[in-house]
T-cell receptor, first 115, second 114 residues
Framework: ETGVTQTPRHLVMGMTNKKSLKCEQH?????MYWYKQSAKKPLELMFV???????ENNSVPSRFSPECPNSSHLFLHLHTLQPEDSALYLC??????????????FGSGTQLSVL | AQSVTQLGSHVSVSEGALVLLRCNYS??????LFWYVQYPNQGLQLLLK??????LVKGINGFEAEFKKSETSFHLTKPSAHMSDAAEYFC????????????FGKGTRLSVIA
């Protein structure tokens, strides 16, 4: 148990659906991250939030929309996805972005399948 | 920009044999380097990190890694593999100023054969 909880664990959606991924941490951290893990590709950083403010968006398509209402919660809203978006989506947190090097705490991920 | 290259997407060793997972990095500034491990159906966990102190870094579960600037490498080793070491291992790099997100490699899947 890392202290970072992601729901749901598995999600199957059609290309016209709208769904949301949720991430929650009770570690008192101020930085939260979304990563995409696809087979045979490097872990891709998607978004970074530091003290609820988005500090990085790595050219992610607009069909992925993040939301960080407070330092403990992070959402990833999904709409009109493509089959190539199927992947494991990982949430992570750190004390703040300046201390990400100390340790990132990861959730178990949401395995997303887009049909 | 920082990047890492992990040589070999899959490594298979016998139980009790040496584990060697390779990682080479590219960085325009002195780096911080990391190894994370992902067990099945779990998120990534920090195994060990190099932050410009000792070049030989010891981590959890008997793993260690050596920072070699001349070779731009940070290979992960363990003298004797256990079945429980079977997992995906990720090398990562960030700037030594620390205020940049980690950049991960593609990962190496370690299989341990009884």
């Amino acid at each position: 148990e890392t202290g970072v909880t992601q729901t749901p664990r598995h999600l199957v959606m059609g290309m016209t659906n709208k769904k949301s991924l949720k991430c929650e941490q009770h570690l008192g951290h101020n930085a939260m991250y979304w990563y995409k893990q696809s087979a045979k590709k490097p872990l891709e950083l998607m978004f970074v939030y530091n003290f609820k403010e988005q500090t990085e968006n790595n050219s992610v398509p607009s069909r992925f929309s993040p939301e960080c209402p407070n330092s403990s919660h992070l959402f990833l809203h999904l709409h009109t996805l493509q089959p190539e978006d199927s992947a494991l989506y990982l949430c992570a947190s750190s004390q703040d972005i300046d201390r990400a090097w100390e340790k990132l705490f990861f959730g178990s991920g949401t395995q997303l399948s887009v049909l | 920009a920082q990047s890492v290259t992990q040589l070999g997407s899959h490594v298979s060793v016998s139980e009790g044999a040496l584990v060697l997972l390779r990682c080479n990095y590219s960085s325009s500034v002195p780096p911080y380097l990391f190894w994370y491990v992902q067990y099945p159906n779990q998120g990534l966990q920090l195994l060990l990190k190099y932050t410009s102190a000792a070049t030989l870094v010891k981590g959890i579960n008997g793993f260690e890694a050596e920072f070699k600037k001349s070779e731009t490498s940070f290979h992960l080793t363990k003298p004797s593999a256990h079945m429980s070491d079977a997992a995906e291992y990720f090398c990562a790099v960030s700037k030594n100023s620390g205020n940049t997100p980690l950049v991960f490699g593609k990962g190496t899947r370690l299989s341990v054969i009884a």
